[in-house]
């Protein structure tokens, strides 16, 4: 490790707020040394609880985040929070506007906010997210807060990244088909319906403990099978649900929740979940299984990186790709019987050896049309 890295890392350790910053950046931006600075830290990862939260734009992500950020901060924990914005596909910038909003909490010295920018990733989270959530579980923050971008049914990365992930919706989110929809519907370990002050909020709940009952096969559980039954023998359907699902305390059903950003609404009773579903994750054994899997995806992401370094920023490469495009064209071979020559003759470029007397090039493939 280079000297500024160490006096960095010494910086860190005395919980410095300028070189936590400095910190991220590096991370962040991939910067010389990142990984080395990535490896010290990784023992003191795992101590901080990662709460995911995602939903469509508009949902009040960002107003629940900085309300349930104030309420740990009333409990007396540490808070860090990653907000991530999208990034333009024309002009590559991005507003970082979720920072703007946690204006209230922003000047805590408990809170450390960071927004990043998505640059490209799809899945809700920018590709270095789970990285700089581990700079701050390293720095040693009680809780981390990760918001998504909000595109709303494909932000699946937060499940893999957190260990609780609450999903925010309004009434305005849809109709009883959209609660049908998979993906993101299907990633909650919490629901919030939040703006419940408005017209249609107990209409969702509704709908939505009904979907859950359906999908863990709560609702008809006890119903007897006969298609002439009345179901209104069963009375409420998603009352039924709720109540089967909560007597079964070896498995959890996602809550359904009431809150109310612009008030504060629910926030206490969200929290209390919050725990409960943390305490359920480490009773049954599912944190461990979760934070393992967590693990061994980031080895599968680093080592794609790689791969994908390796192989694109080498000169030779490129050209050797290039000269098969003639072949291509002429139905001479087919991609994948190039794709499994490269492979073949990059065996020693992929594990780290010599990548002989051409320069390597900050090149990608994908960029030549």
Known sequence: MSAPLQRLITDFDARQPAALARAVSIVENRRAGFDALLGTLHPRVGRARRIGIT???GAGKSTLTTLLAKAFRDRGLTVGVIA???TSPFTGGALLGDRIRMESVALDPGVFIRSM????SLGGLASATREVSDVLDAFGFDRILLETVGVGQSELDIAAAADTSLVVLVPESGDSIQTLKAGV????????VNKSDRPGADRLRHELELMLGLRSGHTLKNVPAHHGIDLRSIGNPAKAARAAAESAPDRWTPPVLATTGATGAGIDELVAVLDRHFDFLERSGGLRERRRKRLRERVVEVVERKVHERLWMHAA?????????AE???GDVTPFAVADELLARSGSLLAGGPAGDVAPVLSDPRMHS
């Open 55 to 57: 939903g469509p734009p």
């Open 84 to 86: 991530v914005d999208p």
């Open 117 to 120: 920018a998505t640059r490209g």
């Open 185 to 192: 519907m299907e990633i909650a370990d919490i629901f919030a």
């Open 317 to 325: 490469t490129n050209q050797w790709v290039e000269s098969r495009i």
């Open 328 to 330: 291509l064209e002429r």
